[in-house]
């Protein structure tokens, strides 16, 4: 057995530095390990057992613990070993050359053939109690004391989607830091993940051992809260505190494991050119060279590109989300309005900003959503039953304000087929809304007043006066006057908002906003206590069209900027949307030129507050097998 040390622990040597905890890398086989500097669980060799083999001083050996009395043998070694390997990326048969057996009584039946056997066990202990979670860890054994160390597997972030690596400080148990380890990779992070044997999903810990990656807008405390910005990152120092939101999720048993790439401070953006602080996260879907959309690139990336992760964190404002849940075919779900705190959050605007998230199964993206909102009572869940009307919107031939006109005939058939499949697994009926002609009918206004720069407005005043005012003032007396670099888009959209906008301008956006909620909630979605919703709305939120990342954009205009898009109703209206991967379609590709897909989705909405009806509709047709789950790299179905 070999165990390679990158970095040995200087603090065994040297006594003036034995208070400081040192990491370590290590490799066993092909795969490298991270290595805390502070262990689980220190022992004096009195309080353990010998059962087979002794154990010998050593700077750092690979261990495995379990729970069992009686008598160990062979096969229950073999079985221990399968069960561990099938449950956990973490563990190899490399941990078993020293077992540590959690148990008062337990003997070792004929252990002298196990040397020649695939299993190369060199060494049983065993201690009382239960200590230790199982699972693989890394220990140490010298002047007779044994110390137990958590065992993080690296992996490479070859999709670019990490900003960086996150580990639980060594210093602060409350704290992170940046992660003191790397694998080769190019011009990409490292990230590490602890066994998952180590957790145990309870009710009081629905995410317990759930791996979970967090768009860096959000504060952890002992890192720093970038927003896709090198000069605000250079600027500010770690977050002093976890932001409530993060921290729900880490009460909750998720673990965090790094901060994930977005377009700068969540405005949007297109690879390549628009961004310039950092480098596009790439979109495994396909040819690998689509857009990852935005603004939460790196969460849908990461979350379509590594089975090692299991939830991305992103926001939704405008589709920050829910684009990037499209592009890459993910669950996606943009929140009610106010599901959660948002403090510690970079903002984007304080009346439409939302913390989402992805998932790539339909039964775990429920779990997720119910445990992160749990706490918010205005999120009902004493419905009885779900909605009977269905809205699709009614559109004109060419009409570029919706997916759906533009849509492939096989994206619309996917779509067609979802709809039809929702209808009837709640027993209801499809209403086609033509939302302008009812807005008119209902207000006597036009809806084009209504979205008339409403959405750039409320984003790009609000950034201006509550991101951009701050940091480059403080910017300015860092630096001797210097003004920091913007990316284009944020760059445009700020100074258009604050100067062509204006106050006035902004204040207008505002009612505009809280026009168009007022008419939904009142005339489409209202709410009601049986069905939560009077009524569920679906689009084709992405239709399986290609965004390649090579080609070459305008500078960014205020063109668009009054468009209607059924991207804004969530927006504007408080409501959840869900994103639901339906399919893929084919395409030939311009880079590999063979033949690729690309994932067509829809998106699901609902009632303010309705996001526990809408998870458990989705949830339930996922087990009904109408929709399922979604695989990680080129193929959502493969
Ligand atoms: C391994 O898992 C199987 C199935 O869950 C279980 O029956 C068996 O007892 C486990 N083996 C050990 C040694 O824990
Ligand atoms: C066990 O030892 C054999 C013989 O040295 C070796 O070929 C094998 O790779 C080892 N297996 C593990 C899991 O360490
Ligand atoms: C080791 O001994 C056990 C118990 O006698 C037996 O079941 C097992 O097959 C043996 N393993 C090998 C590799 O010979
Ligand atoms: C819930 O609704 C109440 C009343 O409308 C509101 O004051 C509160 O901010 C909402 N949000 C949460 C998270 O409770
Ligand atoms: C729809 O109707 C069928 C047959 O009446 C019933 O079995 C089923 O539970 C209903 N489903 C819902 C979601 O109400
Ligand atoms: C949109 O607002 C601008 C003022 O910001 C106004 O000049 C223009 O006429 C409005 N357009 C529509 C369609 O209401
Ligand atoms: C802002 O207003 C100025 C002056 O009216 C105009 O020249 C410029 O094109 C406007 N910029 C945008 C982005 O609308
Ligand atoms: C809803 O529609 C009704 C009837 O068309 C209308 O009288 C009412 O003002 C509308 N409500 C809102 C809030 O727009
Ligand atoms: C891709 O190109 C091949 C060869 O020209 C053609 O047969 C196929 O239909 C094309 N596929 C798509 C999805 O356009």
Same mark, same amino acid.
């Given at each position: 057995?070999?165990?390679?040390?990158?970095?040995?622990?200087?603090?065994?040597?040297?006594?003036?530095?034995?208070?400081?905890?040192?990491?370590?890398?290590?490799?066993?086989?092909?795969?490298?390990?991270?290595?805390?500097?502070?262990?689980?669980?220190?022992?004096?060799?009195?309080?353990?057992?010998?059962?087979?083999?002794?154990?010998?001083?050593?700077?750092?050996?690979?261990?495995?613990?379990?729970?069992?009395?009686?008598?160990?043998?062979?096969?229950?070694?073999?079985?221990?070993?399968?069960?561990?390997?099938?449950?956990?990326?973490?563990?190899?048969?490399?941990?078993?050359?020293?077992?540590?057996?959690?148990?008062?009584?337990?003997?070792?039946?004929?252990?002298?053939?196990?040397?020649?056997?695939?299993?190369?066990?060199?060494?049983?202990?065993?201690?009382?109690?239960?200590?230790?979670?199982?699972?693989?860890?890394? @220990?140490?054994?010298?002047?007779?004391?044994?110390?137990?160390?958590?065992?993080?597997?690296?992996?490479?972030?070859?999709?670019?989607?990490?900003?960086?690596?996150?580990?639980?400080?060594?210093?602060?148990?409350?704290?992170?830091?940046?992660?003191?380890?790397?694998?080769?990779?190019?011009?990409?992070?490292?990230?590490?993940?602890?066994?998952?044997?180590?957790?145990?999903?309870?009710?009081?810990?629905?995410?317990?051992?759930?791996?979970?990656?967090?768009?860096?807008?959000?504060?952890?405390?002992?890192?720093?809260?970038?927003?896709?910005?090198?000069?605000?990152?250079?600027?500010?120092?770690?977050?002093?505190?976890?932001?409530?939101?993060?921290?729900?999720?880490?009460?909750?048993?998720?673990?965090?494991?790094?901060?994930?790439?977005?377009?700068?401070?969540?405005?949007?953006?297109?690879?390549?050119?628009?961004?310039?602080?950092?480098?596009?996260?790439?979109?495994?879907?396909?040819?690998?060279?689509?857009?990852?959309?935005?603004?939460?690139?790196?969460?849908?990336?990461?979350? @379509?590109?590594?089975?090692?992760?299991?939830?991305?964190?992103?926001?939704?404002?405008?589709?920050?989300?829910?684009?990037?849940?499209?592009?890459?075919?993910?669950?996606?779900?943009?929140?009610?309005?106010?599901?959660?705190?948002?403090?510690?959050?970079?903002?984007?605007?304080?009346?439409?900003?939302?913390?989402?998230?992805?998932?790539?199964?339909?039964?775990?993206?429920?779990?997720?959503?119910?445990?992160?909102?749990?706490? %918010?009572?205005?999120?009902?869940?004493?419905?009885?039953?779900?909605?009977?009307?269905?809205?699709?919107?009614?559109?004109?031939?060419?009409?570029?304000?919706?997916?759906?006109?533009?849509?492939?005939?096989?994206?619309?058939?996917?779509?067609?087929?979802?709809?039809?499949?929702?209808?009837?697994?709640?027993?209801?009926?499809?209403?086609?809304?033509?939302?302008?002609?009812?807005?008119?009918?209902?207000?006597?206004?036009?809806?084009?007043?209504?979205?008339?720069?409403?959405?750039?407005?409320?984003?790009?005043?609000?950034?201006?006066?509550?991101?951009?005012?701050?940091?480059?003032?403080?910017?300015?007396? @860092?630096?001797?006057?210097?003004?920091?670099?913007?990316?284009?888009?944020?760059?445009?959209?700020?100074?258009?908002?604050?100067?062509?906008?204006?106050?006035?301008?902004?204040?207008?956006?505002?009612?505009?906003?809280?026009?168009?909620?007022?008419?939904?909630?009142?005339?489409?979605?209202?709410? %009601?206590?049986?069905?939560?919703?009077?009524?569920?709305?679906?689009?084709?939120? %992405?239709?399986?069209?290609?965004?390649?990342?090579?080609?070459?954009?305008?500078?960014?205009?205020?063109?668009?900027?009054? @468009?209607?898009?059924?991207?804004?109703?969530?927006?504007?209206?408080?409501?959840?949307?869900?994103?639901?991967?339906?399919?893929?379609?084919?395409?030939?590709?311009?880079?590999?030129?063979?033949?690729?897909?690309?994932?067509?989705?829809?998106?699901?909405?609902?009632?303010?507050?309705?996001?526990?009806?809408?998870?458990?509709?989705?949830?339930?047709?996922?087990?009904?097998?109408?929709?399922?789950?979604?695989?990680?790299?080129?193929?959502?179905?493969?």
């Amino acid at each position: 057995m070999k165990v390679f040390f990158w970095s040995l622990c200087l603090s065994f040597f040297i006594g003036s530095l034995e208070a400081l905890a040192v990491s370590k890398q290590v490799k066993l086989g092909d795969i490298s390990y991270y290595v805390p500097g502070v262990p689980e669980l220190t022992v004096d060799v009195g309080m353990m057992s010998s059962l087979f083999g002794t154990l010998e001083s050593s700077f750092l050996f690979p261990l495995t613990v379990f729970g069992y009395s009686g008598n160990l043998d062979y096969s229950t070694i073999e079985s221990v070993s399968k069960n561990f390997s099938c449950s956990d990326d973490v563990y190899s048969d490399y941990f078993l050359e020293t077992i540590m057996v959690q148990s008062p009584n337990v003997g070792v039946v004929s252990y002298s053939n196990c040397s020649l056997s695939t299993l190369n066990v060199s060494t049983i202990i065993s201690l009382g109690g239960s200590a230790l979670p199982n699972g693989p860890y890394f @220990a140490s054994y010298l002047d007779g004391q044994l110390s137990v160390y958590k065992a993080y597997r690296l992996y490479a972030d070859a999709y670019g989607a990490f900003q960086a690596g996150i580990v639980p400080s060594d210093e602060n148990a409350e704290s992170f830091m940046a992660l003191p380890a790397g694998v080769e990779v190019a011009h990409a992070q490292t990230i590490a993940v602890p066994s998952k044997l180590y957790y145990t999903v309870t009710e009081e810990q629905p995410l317990a051992g759930y791996r979970v990656g967090v768009k860096d807008l959000y504060d952890i405390a002992g890192t720093k809260t970038g927003g896709a910005s090198r000069k605000y990152y250079e600027l500010y120092d770690e977050a002093a505190l976890t932001c409530p939101s993060v921290q729900r999720l880490i009460d909750m048993g998720a673990v965090i494991v790094g901060k994930l790439k977005l377009t700068q401070f969540a405005n949007g953006g297109n690879p390549t050119a628009n961004y310039v602080d950092y480098h596009a996260p790439f979109n495994p879907r396909g040819d690998g060279y689509q857009s990852p959309s935005s603004s939460s690139c790196g969460s849908g990336a990461a979350e @379509a590109a590594y089975d090692w992760l299991d939830f991305t964190v992103g926001s939704d404002t405008g589709c920050s989300v829910r684009c990037p849940a499209g592009s890459q075919g993910l669950y996606g779900l943009r929140p009610s309005f106010d599901a959660i705190s948002l403090d510690g959050v970079i903002p984007m605007n304080d009346l439409m900003d939302t913390a989402g998230y992805f998932s790539r199964d339909p039964s775990l993206f429920k779990v997720f959503g119910e445990t992160w909102y749990g706490e %918010n009572k205005n999120i009902s869940t004493s419905y009885t039953s779900f909605p009977k009307t269905v809205y699709t919107f009614a559109f004109e031939e060419g009409d570029s304000d919706f997916i759906e006109s533009g849509a492939s005939s096989e994206a619309l058939a996917l779509f067609n087929t979802f709809v039809s499949n929702v209808v009837s697994f709640v027993n209801g009926s499809n209403a086609k809304l033509d939302i302008y002609s009812k807005y008119e009918q209902d207000t006597g206004s036009s809806l084009a007043n209504v979205f008339n720069n409403t959405w750039y407005g409320l984003a790009g005043f609000y950034q201006y006066v509550n991101i951009w005012e701050r940091f480059s003032k403080d910017y300015q007396e @860092a630096s001797n006057g210097d003004i920091p670099f913007m990316d284009p888009i944020p760059k445009f959209r700020w100074e258009w908002a604050y100067n062509n906008l204006t106050q006035d301008g902004y204040d207008r956006c505002v009612e505009q906003k809280w026009q168009f909620d007022d008419w939904w909630n009142a005339n489409v979605t209202s709410t %009601n206590p049986q069905t939560c919703s009077s009524s569920l709305y679906i689009f084709l939120s %992405n239709d399986g069209s290609t965004a390649y990342r090579n080609v070459y954009n305008s500078a960014p205009n205020a063109d668009g900027f009054s @468009a209607f898009s059924e991207m804004y109703i969530s927006s504007f209206a408080r409501t959840p949307e869900a994103i639901v991967p339906l399919g893929e379609v084919a395409y030939n590709s311009t880079i590999t030129l063979t033949e690729k897909y690309l994932p067509v989705t829809a998106a699901i909405g609902a009632a303010p507050g309705c996001d526990f009806m809408v998870l458990d509709l989705i949830e339930q047709m996922g087990r009904a097998n109408l929709i399922g789950g979604v695989a990680t790299g080129q193929k959502l179905f493969p």
